[in-house]
T-cell receptor, first 114, second 110 residues
Framework: DAGVIQSPRHEVTEMGQEVTLRCKPI?????LFWYRQTMMRGLELLIY????????DSGMPEDRFSAKMPNASFSTLKIQPSEPRDSAVYFC????????????FGNGTRLTVT | SQQGEEDPQALSIQEGENATMNCSYK?????LQWYRQNSGRGLVHLIL?????REKHSGRLRVTLDTSKKSSSLLITASRAADTASYFC??????????FGAGTTVTVRA
């Protein structure tokens, strides 16, 4: 099992550019989560999908953020346009059955917006 | 917002010693989980304790849960250099939402 795979590992972009982060969850997991980690705010849940359907996007900070899950093996988080305050580490995590099961995290994408 | 708060924020111990960290939370929970994060990596699940359990063991890890005090503790026995990491508690607020604390950074000196 390769675990949760995220790409890219690092992304450096200029303010105003579009950024797309990608995630491949563990096969068979039906829940997918996008988290953001910063020193100031810690780990924040951005959006939660269950069976490819967005269930809770209340943590998405602004309309500049959007997430999709077109199938069970792929999800994207897009920021358009990006701003310096979006700089953070973005994690994707999957689980077999919501929070009753442990979350399996990818190694994250470190985003720097200059 | 973070429901859980770990204490202490940082801990430095000698290899072979035990490390204890605490987590306090505010509202009722379904379960509480502990995760480890090595530098530059994602979080790794360590142990899950349900609200009706009081103690759980996994290898060198021991977790306790006191729902009356809304607190949990994680004990790592006989620490090793490889235990150097940040440790987070996460409380399950509902059937999918985990709230993570700010973490305890543990440094194990050789």
């Amino acid at each position: 099992d390769a675990g949760v795979i995220q790409s890219p590992r690092h992304e450096v972009t200029e303010m105003g550019q579009e950024v797309t982060l990608r995630c491949k969850p563990i096969s068979g997991h039906n829940s997918l989560f996008w988290y953001r980690q910063t020193m100031m705010r810690g780990l924040e849940l951005l959006i939660y999908f269950n069976n490819n359907v967005p269930i809770d996007d209340s943590g998405m900070p602004e309309d500049r953020f959007s997430a999709k899950m077109p199938n069970a093996s792929f999800s994207t988080l897009k920021i358009q346009p990006s701003e310096p305050r979006d700089s953070a580490v973005y994690f994707c995590a999957s689980s077999l059955d919501r929070s009753i099961s442990p979350l399996h995290f990818g190694n994250g994408t470190r985003l720097t917006v200059t | 917002s973070q429901q859980g708060e770990e204490d202490p924020q940082a801990l430095s111990i000698q290899e072979g010693e035990n490390a204890t960290m605490n987590c306090s939370y505010k509202t009722s929970i379904n379960n509480l989980q502990w995760y480890r994060q090595n530098s530059g990596r994602g979080l790794v699940h360590l142990i899950l304790i349900r609200s009706n359990e009081r103690e759980k063991h996994s290898g060198r890890l021991r977790v306790t849960l006191d729902t009356s005090k809304k607190s949990s503790s994680l004990l790592i026995t006989a620490s090793r250099a490889a235990d150097t990491a940040s440790y987070f508690c996460a409380t399950a607020l509902n059937d999918y939402k985990l709230s993570f604390g700010a973490g305890t950074t543990v440094t194990v000196r050789a």
